[in-house]
């Protein structure tokens, strides 16, 4: 029987075992599953999902490409790092890379707040074209702990596709009666009353997750 991955968190629906904490019983196909089903973790809906299947690795084609990066991006770059040295308790680390991400936000020119659509455009380009060059530059020079950053980015990054495209849909509705939580160390976002006791993504506990306080709506 078929086995299908949550592109936001990574949850796997195994139709051989289903899920019997939620009355779905084993060998419960992945068609016969409700429309309105979503995924047990994250509450990612159906279409998040996508057959997990064996894959053959491709040599993907390098071009060099001379890419500048905006303030902006080099600050956000540079605190994902000082998170990652926090996690690995290299505290001197953290501290230098906090003090260069405020650097670069302090000189960065504000531009104006992008459409859904835009940040959507980026989001797909990332899915499709920057991580797989990512894991791929990971997987040559086996980095592990590069390869974990990347795989809990893209997690994210899925994730936040997903809410876009539900937002888009549901609006305001999506956001009434029920509170937004990220974690701080990877950038899952959940909504819902409490957030989880680990995080899906990088698995940190609970005080990781910080409720965002929400201002005027847009």
């Known amino acids: 029987m078929a086995k299908y991955v949550c592109t936001v968190c ?14 779905i019983a084993a060998h419960t196909k992945w068609e016969d599953l409700d429309e309105n089903w979503v995924c047990p973790i994250c509450k990612a809906p159906k279409s998040a999902f996508k057959e997990l299947k064996e894959t053959v690795k491709k040599e993907i084609k390098r071009e060099k490409v001379e890419q500048k990066w905006s303030n902006l991006e080099m600050s956000i770059l540079l605190s994902n790092l000082a998170k990652g040295c926090e996690k690995q308790y290299l505290s001197h680390e953290q501290e230098l890379f906090n003090q260069l991400a405020d650097y670069y936000e302090a000189i960065d020119e504000y531009l104006p707040i992008a459409s859904l659509e835009n940040i959507q455009d980026d989001l797909t380009k990332d899915i499709n074209e920057n991580y797989p060059l990512a894991h791929q530059s990971a997987d040559n020079q086996k980095d592990r702990g590069a390869k974990r950053a990347i795989v809990w980015s893209e997690k994210s990054t899925n994730m936040l596709n997903s809410l876009i495209e539900r937002y888009q849909k549901e609006r305001e509705a999506m956001l009434q009666d029920t509170k937004v939580f990220v974690c701080e ?20 506990p609970s005080l990781k997750i910080h409720e965002v306080k929400r201002g005027i709506a847009v």
């Open 10 to 23: 990574g949850f796997i629906y195994d139709e051989d075992v289903g899920i019997p904490a939620s009355d």
């Open 185 to 204: 160390i990877c950038g899952f976002v959940y909504i819902g009353d409490q957030p989880p006791a680990i995080c899906p993504v990088c698995k940190v």
